[in-house]
C-alpha cells in the first residue's frame, strides 16, 4: 500500500461520501488517482480514510460504503463511461444514504444532511464525522493468531486492521497514519513468512517502536486540539509545562505553550509528509534550552539524538513535585479588562498549576473558562470590581477548593503503589458512612470502585479530556470530580 500524500488530498477532498465541488473537475481528480494508484492502493486508502471520518462505525458499514466508492470509480473512470456516469452515480450514492436501512455509518446529523439536494446535501454529508475515541478498542491478536489470519485471508485480514487501527488513531494528521499503518503491516508479511516468527516480531516491533507511538501521540495532541480549539490548547500546555518543570518561568511557558499549540493547529490537518518532524525540531531545541535547568528528567529526554524521540519522551513525562511551598496564585480582577489583559488568566493559570502540580488538568481548564466567563460578564459593566469580587466568591473558590481536593488526591494516587492507595481511599469511604450504616462495607467498595476508574484515567498528564471532565461546548457545563459536581460557564 504505497501512495503520495498529494493522493490523500484528493481522496479526501473527492471521494468521501461523493463529495463534489465542481463535478467534470473532481471526477477527472477522482478518475486520475483511480487509474493511477490502481484498484488495491486506491481501495486501501479509502478504508483509513473513512474509518478515520466515521470511527465509531462498524468494520461491515466502512466495508460498504467503501466498495460501493470503488464501484463508483470502476464504473465512471473507465474509458468510453458515459459523461453522466459519474454524476449520477454520485447522487444514486447520497440518496443510498438517506436511506433508514443505508449499510453505510451512521450519524445523527444524516438527517439533516437529507433534507438538502443536490450538491448541498453531498457537501454536507460529506462534512460529518464522529468524534475521536478517547479509549483504543484495536486488541492486537497473538502472533500465531496474526500469521494464522493472515494465511487464511490476506485482504481480509488486512483491511479489518485497516479498519480498526485507522479508526483508534482517527485524529492522527494522515501522514503519519499512513506511515505507521504500511510499517505495521510490513512488520506482519515479513515476520510471518519467517521461520522464527516470533524472533521476528520481537526485534521488528522494537526497532519500529518510535513509528507506532508517534502515531498514538500525535493522535492524542491532535484530537485534543480539535476538542479544544487553539486557544484552550494553548492553555493545555501551559498546564503541562508548568506541571511537569515547576521552576520553568511564566514568560518561558507561555511562549512554549503557544508553539506547541500552533505546531498543532498547522500540522494535525495537514498532508505535508514531515509537517510535524519538521516544525517540532525548532520546538524540542526552545524546551530543552529553556526548561532544562534543573530538570533532570527533562536533560535526558534531550539527550536522545533523534527529534522525535525527543518529543516522546518530553510529551510522556509524568508531573513533578512543587518547586516550592503553596502561595497565594495571582488573582483574576478588573485588571482584566485593560488591552492585553488575558495574560492575567494565563497568569492565574500558570500560578494554580505551579503549586498544584498533581491537579488534573480538567479541573484546571475549567477554571480558565471560569476566568474567561467572568471577564466577559463583568467587563462591560459600570462596576467592574463588584462584579469580579462576587465571581470569585461563588464561582472561583469553590473551583479552588476542588483543585486543591484533586491534587490531593491525585498526590496520594502518585506517591503510593496501587495496592496501597486502594486500602487509604477504602479507609476514608469508610469515614463518610455514619457508624451501624447497613451494608457500610459494600458501600464503601462501590464508592472506591467508581472514584478509583477516575483516578486511574485522570490522576497523570495528558489525560483523557472528555471522559476527564473537560467540557467546552454545552454553555453551562457540569465538571465532577470523585463525589463532587459543580457547574461552569465554558
Not at 444514504?97 to 448541498?120: N, Y
Amino acid at each position: 500500500m504505497k501512495a503520495g500524500v498529494g493522493s490523500l488530498l484528493l481522496l479526501l477532498l473527492s471521494c468521501t461520501h461523493g463529495l463534489q465541488r465542481g463535478k467534470d473537475y473532481f471526477k477527472e481528480k477522482v478518475c486520475n488517482e483511480y487509474n493511477a494508484l490502481g484498484e488495491t492502493n486506491f481501495r486501501s486508502i479509502s478504508i483509513i480514510i473513512n474509518s478515520r471520518k466515521y470511527s465509531n462505525a462498524t468494520f461491515e458499514q466502512i466495508i460498504s460504503l467503501v466498495n460501493d466508492m470503488l464501484d463508483l470509480a470502476k464504473k465512471c473512470c473507465g474509458a468510453g463511461a458515459d459523461p453522466d456516469c459519474y454524476e449520477n452515480e454520485s447522487t444514486a450514492f447520497s440518496e443510498k444514504s438517506c436511506r433508514p436501512d443505508a449499510p453505510f455509518p451512521r450519524h445523527p446529523g444524516i438527517a439533516g444532511c437529507c433534507t438538502q439536494h443536490g450538491l448541498d446535501r453531498k457537501l454536507c454529508l460529506a462534512a460529518l464525522k464522529h468524534p475521536p475515541k478517547e479509549f483504543p478498542t484495536y486488541v492486537e491478536p497473538s502472533n500465531e493468531e496474526i500469521c494464522d489470519a493472515l494465511k487464511k485471508d490476506p485482504r481480509g485480514f488486512e483491511e479489518r486492521f485497516l479498519v480498526d487501527y485507522s479508526s483508534d488513531y482517527s485524529y492522527a494528521p494522515l501522514p503519519i497514519l499512513l506511515n505507521s499503518t504500511i510499517n505495521y503491516l510490513s512488520i506482519i508479511r515479513t515476520c510471518c513468512a519467517s521461520i522464527q516468527s516470533n524472533i521476528c516480531f520481537l526485534k521488528e516491533r522494537l526497532r519500529h517502536k518510535p513509528v507506532q507511538a508517534f502515531a498514538h501521540v500525535s493522535n492524542k495532541a491532535c484530537a485534543l486540539d480539535a476538542l479544544l480549539g487553539k486557544n484552550k490548547t494553548k492553555v493545555s500546555y501551559l498546564i503541562k509545562f508548568t506541571q511537569q518543570t515547576p521552576s520553568l518561568s511564566f514568560d518561558n511557558a507561555i511562549a512554549l505553550a503557544g508553539e506547541a499549540s500552533e505546531i498543532l493547529s498547522k500540522c494535525c490537518t495537514s498532508l505535508e509528509e514531515r509537517c510535524f518532524q519538521n516544525e517540532l525540531k525548532l520546538h524540542i531545541a526552545h524546551i530543552c534550552n529553556t526548561a532544562c535547568s534543573g530538570n533532570e528528567r527533562l536533560q535526558s529526554c534531550c539527550r536522545s539524538k533523534d527529534d522525535v524521540e525527543k518529543y516522546l519522551c518530553i510529551y510522556l513525562l509524568p508531573w513533578d513535585r512543587p518547586s516550592q511551598g503553596p502561595q497565594a496564585p495571582s488573582s483574576v480582577d478588573e485588571g482584566v479588562c485593560r488591552k492585553d489583559g488575558e495574560v492575567d488568566i494565563y497568569r492565574n493559570i500558570y500560578d494554580v498549576a505551579q503549586i498544584y502540580t498533581r491537579a488534573p488538568e480538567a479541573l484546571l481548564i475549567t477554571l480558565y473558562s471560569a476566568n474567561q466567563a467572568a471577564a466577559t460578564d463583568c467587563c462591560g459593566l459600570p462596576d467592574p470590581k463588584a462584579c469580579f469580587t462576587e465571581k470569585a466568591s461563588k464561582t472561583i473558590a469553590p473551583l479552588h477548593a476542588l483543585i486543591e481536593k484533586g491534587n490531593e488526591i491525585c498526590g496520594e494516587y502518585t506517591d503510593h503503589t496501587h495496592v496501597e492507595f486502594l486500602k487509604r481511599l477504602k479507609a476514608n469511604a469508610l469515614t463518610l458512612f455514619p457508624p451501624g450504616t447497613l451494608d457500610a462495607e459494600n458501600q464503601a467498595s462501590a464508592l472506591v470502585e467508581q472514584r478509583i476508574s477516575y483516578v486511574t484515567k485522570c490522576c497523570h498528564l495528558n489525560a483523557p479530556p472528555t471522559y476527564c471532565g473537560i467540557q467546552v461546548k454545552d454553555p453551562a457545563a457540569t465538571i465532577c470530580f470523585l463525589a463532587d459536581c459543580i457547574e461552569n460557564e465554558s
